[in-house]
């Protein structure tokens, strides 16, 4: 499956920004399940200097710009082309249960390379009641996978998708009591119920394909970015978990980057001299294409 991806993010400052430098999480990933064709960035205004892709720490592109000019807005844009492939997922039944898991992660090249995951980061730190609300799903010796889906099925079932709830800054333990939020909410809660019980978790960021009501046609721009976790299972590598939706991510999730939590993939952040108030428009297009 191809798909055009098409996203902008717009800017306004009520005061000139007389100086500012911009970092973007927007290019999608290269993965074995995953082939970007191509990926082209547009910035208005012109960046003046300081521009340039790299690789941050978790292997995600990146691309930095400076703005030395004043201004009084900023649109980034990407337009992606993405080939998605299958991706296979192990039979319930082949995968250890969370005892048997925790002792492999303590073994060689494997427990260093998921440590960073299995401990609390900002946005995505364990506590007492969201370990105790994991625990049901992994009782009785039951294989990993199947205790994973578990969680997944009452994040999804027990929390209220609702755009207005939350924000970037909302505690988790306020998502946790008042059972309401957005996909980077039940994200980090995902993350940090499995933190809790020993196991490695990280936030995905990327985008969906959505689909419209029957009888109606899909809107241009009425997407939006989406975020969803990813869990280390011993043997089997890391398994891409979407409670928002309760799905397994394959063939309509698209990759951008991944790290810790929303924090270490921000699509856009940066630092200003200047700008007084802001207001953001994000608008997203992700589009079936024939090759």
Not at 98 to 109: D, M, R
Not at 190 to 209: M, N, Q
């Amino acid at each position: 499956m191809i798909y055009r991806i098409h996203h902008v993010t717009s800017y306004g400052y009520s005061e000139p920004v007389l100086l500012a430098h911009h970092m973007a999480h927007l290019m999608p990933r290269p993965l074995p399940w995953q082939h970007c064709r191509r990926t082209n960035l547009r910035i208005r205004p012109q960046p003046t200097g300081g521009e340039r892709d790299g690789t941050d720490y978790f292997g995600n592109a990146v691309h930095f710009f400076t703005l030395a000019d004043a201004h009084r807005s900023l649109t980034v844009e990407t337009l992606s082309r993405v080939e998605l492939l299958h991706r296979p997922c192990p039979e319930e039944g082949d995968t250890p249960p969370l005892s048997v898991a925790l002792e492999a992660l303590e073994i060689g090249k494997t427990a260093v390379e998921t440590a960073e995951f299995r401990y609390a980061s900002p946005l995505a730190a364990p506590f007492a009641q969201l370990t105790a609300y994991a625990m049901p799903s992994f009782a009785d010796a039951r294989p990993i996978l199947a205790g994973l889906r578990d969680l997944m099925h009452r994040i999804h079932a027990d929390f209220t998708y609702d755009a207005t709830a939350t924000t970037i800054a909302t505690p988790l333990e306020r998502v946790f009591t008042e059972r309401r939020g957005v996909c980077q909410d039940f994200a980090h809660l995902g993350i940090a119920c499995l933190r809790g019980l020993g196991l490695p978790a990280r936030y995905v960021s990327g985008y969906l394909l959505t689909r419209p009501p029957p009888g109606r046609e899909r809107l241009r721009g009425a997407d939006a970015s989406h975020a969803w976790l990813s869990v280390f299972v011993p043997g089997h590598g890391w398994i891409d978990f979407d409670p928002t939706n309760d799905t397994i991510p394959d063939m309509e999730h698209i990759t951008t980057a991944w790290g810790r939590d929303f924090d270490d993939v921000s699509p856009l952040k940066g630092v200003m001299l200047g700008g007084g108030e802001q207001s953001l428009k994000v608008a997203v297009d992700v589009e079936p294409i024939s090759d």
